[in-house]
Every structure is written in structure tokens, then in C-alpha cells.
């Protein structure tokens, strides 16, 4: 009988915990789509979010697009297709590489700083303060960060997707022995806006859950210290596994033909 209680405990706190998540998430949004705008934060947070992650997802990127033509090309000497590297090489960083390595690189980053610092100012007693003056912690707090990353993340999913091309595009032209306008026409001919616009879509909602997963541990972080460096670990783990599942979900309805 102890085992059976102690799945029905697992059971009813993963369900309270849904309902939880779930409301905050509502919340949230609702509270995005409403007044009052704090265009000021929105700009800060744009700015720590998209450029300052700029960096880490262009030389993702750029090292991504150049493996990739190596191993397309290495692939495609088995069967005498080494041509196919352009066009693979285009189709997986727009469709699928470049939104999903983005995401996860801007997850490790962002989600974790955003649990950091507003789990910081749950267990110092700041979102008390500022609920005590009147303003709203959703409004202040959490919708700046949300509509920041759902702006910035297909920007820079964009630039990742460019700077990815051009390493196949280097790798290819300078190791591989390929005509770079041979290879341009190839990857221009191949591509599709349904490609890029594919991926931008996924960056969007990729960082929609960035910016709630890390919101959502930062305000319920308890426990001083050691519960803000639990809330972090939780919210890059929960964003990563969440961009993975949407990944697939939303890869299956754009391609399912």
C-alpha cells in the first residue's frame, strides 16, 4: 500500500504542478496582450536577450554549417552525390538546425538568467515590494521578458541561418574542392521561403518558452541560494526538453506532406 501512496502522491503533485504552470503560463500571456506597455523594458530586455546573444549563436552556427557539409560530403562519396551537399546543407540549418541549435544555445543562456535574477528578487522579498507599490510583477516583470524573446529569437535564428550557410558554404568551396558559384546556384535554386519562414515560426515559439520556463522557476523559487540555483538548473533543463518536444510537434504539422 506504500508504493500505491506514494504514486498517487507523484500523480497529484505533477498534476497540481501542471495546473500551476498552466495558469501562470495564461497569465502571462494575458498580461502581454494588455496595458500597461513598458516599451522602455521591452527594449532592455530585446537588448539582453537578441544582441547579447548574438555571439554564441553565430559561431554555433557558423561551426554547425561547416560539420554539416563535412559529413554530407564524407555521405556522399558512398553513392557519388557529393552535389547534394549545398542543398542539404541549406534545407537542415533553415528548417531544422539553425532554430533548434539557437534555441537551445539562447535556453543555457537566457532561461538561466532570467530564473537568476528574478528568483533572486522572489527570496529578497523584491516582487513583494513591488506588489506592495502598486505594480503588477507580470506586467513589470514578466510580460518585458516574454515579448522580448518572441521578437528577438527569430532575429537571430535569421542571422544564425545566414552565418550557418555561409560555413557549409566556406567548408565546402575551401577544404572541398566545390566551384562557389556552382554552389551558390545550387543552394539558392533549392531553398524555399517555406523553409526559412518554417523556422523563424519555430524560433518564435522557442522563445516564448524560453523566456516562461525561465520566468516560471524565478517566481516560484523558495529557499534562499540554493533554491535560485535550483530554479535555474530547472528552468534550462524544462526549456531544452520543451524546445526538443515543440521541435517535433511543429516539424510534423509544416512537413507532414
Known sequence: MNVFAAVGAITLAFFAETGRFSQFTMTAVWHCLRPPYFFGLWARQMMSIGYYSLPVVGLTAFFTGGVLALQIYIGGTRFNAESIVPTIVVLGITRELGPVIGGLMVAGRVSAAIAAEIGTMR???QIDALMTLST???????????????LTLPLLVLIGDIIGVMGGFIVSTQSL????????????????????????????????IIAI???????HSRGGAQGVGSA????????????????YVMTSIFFSD
Not at 510583477?137 to 522580448?148: M, N, Q
Open 123 to 125: 527570496v529578497t522579498q
Open 177 to 208: 574542392g566545390f566551384n562557389p558559384a556552382t554552389y551558390i546556384k545550387n543552394t539558392a535554386d533549392f531553398v524555399e521561403t517555406g523553409d526559412v519562414t518554417s523556422g523563424l515560426w519555430k524560433a518564435a515559439v522557442f522563445g516564448f
Open 232 to 247: 535555474t538548473t530547472y528552468a534550462v533543463v524544462a526549456a531544452s526538453i520543451l524546445i526538443l518536444a515543440a521541435n
Open 136 to 150: 503588477n510583477p507580470f506586467d513589470y516583470l514578466i510580460a518585458p521578458r516574454v515579448i522580448a524573446a518572441v
Open 213 to 219: 520556463m525561465g520566468c516560471y522557476h524565478g517566481y
